[in-house]
């Protein structure tokens, strides 16, 4: 009689411990698909920064007539709606775009955006590889007023690399229109890193 209390109290004990393993072992098994799923997310990341493709630019004092042979694309943005063409004011820049990351840049577009206003522009640059350059000779109008008159317009380059990942980089332009001036000038300009989309 002892000895069948003494194994039914064995077996619950049995029973007991084998939940207490189990319940460890599936959180063990949670934490373990946890810690799979981070590692995922690191390779991708690594994978993408290896082929980031990251643009720099460098904004000529004029248009671009000719540099190194390079296809020149023209690009015309309006700083704000030009009501009298009395009025008209203007500043021409060559853009030159150089891409300086690990990866190519390819379905290459702009955006421009004053004022809340967003203008997309394709690019007839079809890919753009590590340390190529190509120019942009810009165009930006607007009407002059009757006082000094400053505005913060970005130019964004938007472009996805070979796993197909799009990024975006901004150009963030601070323009002046001095009166009775038909000529703006660009007063700072700064380049931004390139912004990961998805």
Same mark, same amino acid.
């Given at each position: 009689?002892?000895?069948?209390?003494?194994?039914?109290?064995?077996?619950?004990?049995?029973? +007991?411990?084998?939940?207490?393993?189990?319940?460890?072992?599936? =959180?063990?098994?949670?934490?373990?698909?946890?810690?799979?799923? !981070?590692? =995922?997310?690191?390779?991708? !990341?690594?994978?993408?920064?290896?082929?980031? #493709?990251?643009?720099?630019?460098?904004? %000529?004092?004029?248009?671009?007539?000719?540099?190194?042979?390079?296809?020149?694309?023209?690009?015309? /943005?309006?700083?704000? #709606?030009?009501?009298?063409?009395?009025?008209?004011?203007?500043?021409?820049? %060559?853009?030159?775009?150089?891409?300086?990351?690990? %990866?190519?840049?390819? =379905?290459?577009? +702009?955006?421009?955006?004053?004022?809340?206003?967003?203008? !997309?522009?394709?690019? #007839?640059?079809?890919?753009?590889?590590?340390?190529?350059?190509?120019?942009?000779?810009?165009?930006?109008?607007? !009407?002059?007023?009757?006082?000094?008159?400053?505005?913060?317009?970005?130019?964004?380059?938007?472009?996805?690399?070979?796993?197909?990942?799009?990024?975006?980089?901004?150009?963030?332009?601070?323009?002046? /229109?001095?009166?009775?001036?038909?000529?703006?000038? /660009?007063?700072?300009? =700064?380049?931004?890193? #390139?912004?990961?989309?998805?």
């Amino acid at each position: 009689m002892i000895t069948d209390w003494l194994m039914v109290l064995i077996t619950l004990a049995y029973v +007991v411990t084998t939940l207490f393993i189990l319940r460890a072992n599936q =959180k063990s098994a949670r934490i373990t698909e946890k810690q799979l799923e !981070e590692s =995922k997310l690191q390779f991708m !990341e690594t994978q993408r920064l290896s082929v980031l #493709p990251y643009l720099s630019v460098e904004i %000529g004092d004029t248009l671009f007539q000719e540099v190194d042979d390079l296809p020149i694309f023209d690009l015309d /943005l309006l700083l704000c #709606p030009i009501d009298n063409s009395e009025k008209h004011a203007w500043i021409n820049r %060559g853009i030159i775009v150089t891409n300086i990351g690990a %990866g190519l840049a390819s =379905k290459l577009a +702009v955006k421009w955006i004053v004022d809340g206003n967003t203008i !997309e522009y394709p690019l #007839p640059i079809t890919v753009l590889c590590c340390n190529d350059k190509k120019v942009i000779n810009t165009s930006i109008s607007g !009407e002059n007023q009757d006082t000094l008159f400053s505005k913060k317009a970005e130019l964004i380059f938007c472009f996805s690399d070979v796993l197909g990942n799009r990024y975006e980089q901004t150009l963030e332009l601070n323009l002046s /229109l001095r009166p009775f001036d038909q000529r703006m000038t /660009l007063d700072t300009s =700064k380049m931004q890193e #390139p912004i990961f989309l998805h």
